[in-house]
């Protein structure tokens, strides 16, 4: 049976994260804030830890698979890089917590889709509007996938001619020089995905 060892930032939310575990978890013990995580659990039998981000404090030497129910999803990579195995936003339903606690006590790491799409989210927006046009943001997105102008016509039904004065087009609004230019402008500006 896995056995549950619960991290919370107060009574009443180590009470709702225990009336959450389904019957076949058992609870190994919990801790409201503990200072160390590594003492909370050392005479417990824990095989998995649910630990709420409010309460949460240095895991390094935390050996135990961690469950981590996640507020705020800006700082998820350096959760993933502390080690913990498996992320899911605090509103989770009951059967996708009993799912992780499960996956991640047989050794796999779980992140809920909505914490993965927020990851990809392009983090630099210029407050300016867009200065290229639907085609021309088709052409640059080509010309970061490393196609020529010959490539780019074909694929557009254009003729190259039109694609050189599209591309020309973006170097001049970008005030660019190069291909390369322009597709890391695009990149930075949330305009093109790499």
Same mark, same amino acid.
């Given at each position: 049976?896995?056995?549950? $060892? ?9 009470? +709702? ?12 013990? =919990? ?7 590594? =003492? ?17 404090? #240095?895991? =390094? *030497?935390? *050996? ?5 129910? %996640? #507020? ?5 990579? &350096?959760? /993933? ?13 009951? &059967?996708? /917590?009993? &799912?992780?606690? @499960?996956?991640?006590?047989? !050794? %796999? ?17 210029? =407050? ?7 085609? *021309? ?5 080509? /010309?970061?996938? +490393? ?17 050189? $004065?599209?591309?020309?087009?973006? $170097?001049? @609004?970008? #005030?660019?020089?190069?291909?390369? *230019?322009?597709?890391?402008? !695009?990149? @930075?500006?949330?305009?093109? /995905? %790499?």
């Amino acid at each position: 049976m896995i056995r549950v $060892f619960i991290i919370a930032q107060s009574i009443v939310t180590q009470a +709702g994260l225990t009336a959450l575990l389904t019957p076949d978890l058992a609870i190994a013990g =919990s801790a409201i804030r503990p200072a160390s995580i590594s =003492s909370a659990i050392d005479a417990s039998d824990a095989t998995v830890i649910l630990l709420e981000q409010d309460a949460m404090s #240095d895991v =390094s *030497e935390v *050996e135990i698979p961690i469950v981590l129910l %996640l #507020d705020d999803s800006s700082a998820i990579a &350096e959760f /993933l890089q502390a080690g913990i195995r498996s992320i899911l936003p605090s509103d989770v339903s009951r &059967e996708q /917590l009993t &799912e992780a606690i @499960k996956a991640t006590s047989a !050794g %796999l790491s779980v992140l809920h889709p909505e914490l993965i799409d927020s990851m990809f989210v392009p983090t630099v927006r210029s =407050s300016e509007p867009m200065p290229l046009t639907p085609r *021309e943001v088709e052409v640059l997105t080509m /010309l970061a996938e +490393g196609l020529g102008n010959k490539a780019i016509a074909q694929h557009l039904n254009l003729s190259e001619h039109t694609v050189k $004065f599209h591309i020309s087009s973006i $170097f001049s @609004k970008l #005030d660019v020089s190069s291909r390369t *230019e322009a597709v890391i402008l !695009g990149a @930075k500006q949330g305009w093109i /995905l %790499l």
